[in-house]
């Protein structure tokens, strides 16, 4: 089984935005690294090896265009011990309809369309148990903001779980028109 994910490798001025705004954050959460960013487009989950690879040789003919997007804030997921933190990313509309064109090219290789409303974000830490009340991380870093970047490729993304926690891995770069 391969568990899968299509996002966007979040430009170094954006990643290091979230490095930033994730200085003296609250104890006891499992902040992520450099590596671990993404902005996420669709989550695919766990596929036999023939879809995986009909998904990559779809992809691999996706054509989209490319988003200039900023960081516009924090939020948090409030789900108590799969909770986490997150950076906002917008303008939304581009996101949304780079989101919504995978969504289709997935649904038309036979996987459930996505029914949770898209909300780009990147995800900064996740949830412990005993962790820190994040109100005052969130309170102070709620005009977190970034120079507009360009993301000029999608990444079609395998997730390893581990004791450490996810490690992901690009399967397939697609790159998106200017």
Same mark, same amino acid.
């Given at each position: 089984?391969?568990?899968?994910?299509?996002?966007?490798?979040?430009?170094?001025?954006?990643?290091?935005?979230?490095?930033?705004?994730?200085?003296?954050?609250?104890?006891?959460?499992?902040? @992520? %690294?450099?590596? @671990?960013?993404?902005?996420?487009?669709?989550?695919?989950?766990?596929v036999e090896?023939?879809?995986?690879? %009909?998904?990559?040789?779809?992809?691999?003919?996706?054509?989209?265009?490319?988003?200039?997007?900023?960081?516009?804030?924090?939020?948090?997921? %409030?789900?108590?011990?799969?909770?986490?933190?997150?950076?906002?990313?917008?303008?939304?509309?581009?996101?949304?309809?780079?989101?919504?064109?995978?969504?289709?090219?997935?649904?038309?290789?036979? &996987?459930?369309?996505?029914?949770?409303?898209?909300?780009?974000?990147?995800?900064?830490?996740?949830? /412990?148990?005993?962790?820190?009340?994040?109100?005052?991380?969130?309170?102070?870093?709620?005009?977190?903001?970034?120079?507009?970047?360009?993301?000029?490729?999608?990444? &079609?993304?395998?997730?390893?779980?581990?004791?450490?926690?996810? /490690?992901?891995?690009?399967?397939?770069?697609?790159?998106?028109?200017?």
């Open positions: 089984m391969h568990r899968l994910f299509v996002a966007l490798r979040p430009p170094l001025a954006l990643r290091q935005g979230c490095l930033d705004a994730m200085a003296r954050g609250p104890a006891g959460w499992a902040w @992520q %690294d450099d590596d @671990q960013f993404h902005l996420t487009l669709r989550y695919i989950g766990e090896r023939p879809l995986a690879e %009909d998904i990559a040789a779809a992809l691999e003919g996706f054509r989209g265009t490319a988003p200039t997007v900023a960081l516009e804030g924090v939020g948090w997921f %409030d789900h108590g011990s799969r909770g986490a933190l997150f950076a906002r990313v917008g303008p939304r509309p581009p996101l949304q309809a780079l989101h919504d064109r995978v969504d289709r090219l997935l649904v038309r290789l036979g &996987l459930e369309p996505e029914r949770r409303a898209y909300l780009p974000h990147i995800t900064l830490a996740r949830a /412990r148990r005993g962790g820190e009340d994040p109100q005052y991380w969130i309170e102070a870093r709620a005009g977190l903001s970034s120079e507009p970047a360009r993301i000029d490729h999608l990444t &079609l993304y395998e997730s390893h779980l581990g004791r450490e926690g996810a /490690r992901y891995e690009p399967v397939l770069r697609v790159p998106l028109s200017a």
